[in-house]
């Protein structure tokens, strides 16, 4: 049969048939940094990279079969079909590196502020300078001249403790005595005659009535030493409960980014970050929260929108090459998934076949064919794919 004549077989996209998914309407997926030819996508042209708005479509273009034309076919004996015509613009199949990400902005500081909130009525009669550090069993103010003290730990102050109590609240309070010095109990969740001893001797050593219970508002719960971050209130002013005195951070520094809520595949708990300090250094981080924040309509009759809240620690190195800087804006890149030496396309070449699945134009000097094709990382515009025939350089077609 006559090449003329097979071009004539092939089976033409029937009326109304879905676009290509390049033209699906309605689809919009987050910006994707750009996969780079034979590059460790980590380190090289990450500066670069870092400051363009890249587009591409992972989630969006990953579910536009249905969208997509059927623009080739396979014969029913699996292998595929002639296409009618070469297309008029072709890109070769290229070996590279694709990463899933996205640079953020965020701020160097020192993490997500906490506000203390006073639980005793009276007089603030001391509170500390912003900036000031405070650790454990030290004064974080002062009401009517009874220290509120700041102990170490994840549970709340939320009642009186006294003895025949159990709970994380007793453990955590035992924690602390055991690390000041105080002994004569097991730190355990119960709240023992043992424990009510160490905690008079610390209220002589405070200077306080040795009543050997701990009033709810005279102690604070933090995880770990901390730094003041602003004064909601100063001395000499009333308080009672409810009433807000202070914020408080880390001591260490930090950097907090927002993102999109369509970007939370980014934000894994653990998840390595790269950092850019204003002066162009870069240095490693690592995410550790992540939370949904609601945010007010920024304009009057705007609906509420949500963002993705992160907060991620520095080591030992990062601290010190941040330790310049006392608040300042930062770069954040965030990397969702990496595909090293993989086989790409343009998105643009993805064709969905009749019998499902997608497919791309392999053009050759003979002819071209439909071939399908596993897809893999959608990134920067282009897509990983696997298939019989695929090599580097192999072109494909690329509608206009």
């Known amino acids: 049969m006559h090449a003329a004549a097979r071009r004539r077989e092939v089976p033409r996209p029937a009326a109304g048939a879905a676009r290509h998914p390049h033209h699906a309407r309605g689809r919009r997926g987050p910006r994707l940094r750009e996969g780079r030819p034979d590059v460790p996508s980590d380190h090289a042209g990450a500066g670069q990279v870092r400051r363009r708005r890249l587009l591409a479509a992972a989630a969006g273009l990953a579910g536009a079969a249905v969208a997509a034309a059927t623009l080739g076919a396979l014969r029913d004996d699996g292998a595929p079909a002639a296409a ?14 694709l990463q899933d990400g996205k640079t953020a902005s965020g701020t160097l500081g020192y993490g997500t502020a906490t506000t203390a909130t006073s639980r005793l009525p009276g007089t603030l009669t001391r509170v500390p300078g912003t900036g000031d550090t405070i650790t454990r069993g030290h004064a974080l103010y002062e009401v009517d001249g009874h220290p509120v003290t700041l102990l170490y730990g994840g549970t709340p102050a939320y009642r009186t403790l006294r003895e025949g109590m159990s709970g994380a609240d007793v453990k955590a309070l035992e924690r602390n005595l055991k690390a000041l010095g105080y002994d004569g109990f097991t730190a355990d969740r119960d709240f ?3 424990t009510a001893a160490a905690v008079r001797e610390w209220q002589d050593d405070l200077g306080e009535d040795e009543t050997g219970e701990v009033a ?8 770990a030493a901390v730094r003041v971050d602003a004064l909601l209130a100063g001395e000499g002013d009333p308080t009672g409960p409810g009433r807000k005195v202070l914020t408080f951070t880390g001591t260490e520094r930090a950097v907090t980014a927002s993102l999109d809520v369509d970007d939370l595949r980014l934000a894994r708990d653990g998840a390595a970050v790269t950092i850019e300090l204003p ?4 240095v490693p981080g690592r995410i550790s929260s992540v939370s949904t924040v609601a945010k007010a309509a920024a304009a009057q009759g705007g609906d509420p929108t949500t963002e993705v809240r992160v907060e991620i620690a520095l080591g030992a190195r990062a601290q010190r090459a941040a330790a310049a800087y006392t608040l300042a804006s930062v770069d954040v890149d965030f990397t969702a998934g990496v595909r090293r030496g993989v086989l790409t396309v343009p998105v643009a070449a993805l064709v ?3 019998a499902g699945g997608f497919g791309v134009q392999v053009v050759k000097a ?20 696997s298939g019989a025939g695929l090599a580097p350089g192999t072109a494909v077609g690329v509608p206009e």
């Open 366 to 385: 003979g002819g071209a064919a439909y071939v399908p094709v596993r897809t893999g990382l959608f990134a920067g515009g282009r897509v990983e794919v």
């Open 84 to 97: 009618s015509t070469a297309p008029a613009r072709t890109a070769p199949v290229t070996r590279q590196t």
């Open 352 to 354: 969905a076949l009749p």
């Open 279 to 282: 002066d162009g250094a870069e």
């Open 192 to 194: 023992t005659s043992g």
């Open 216 to 223: 709810l508002g005279s102690v604070v719960f933090a995880p």
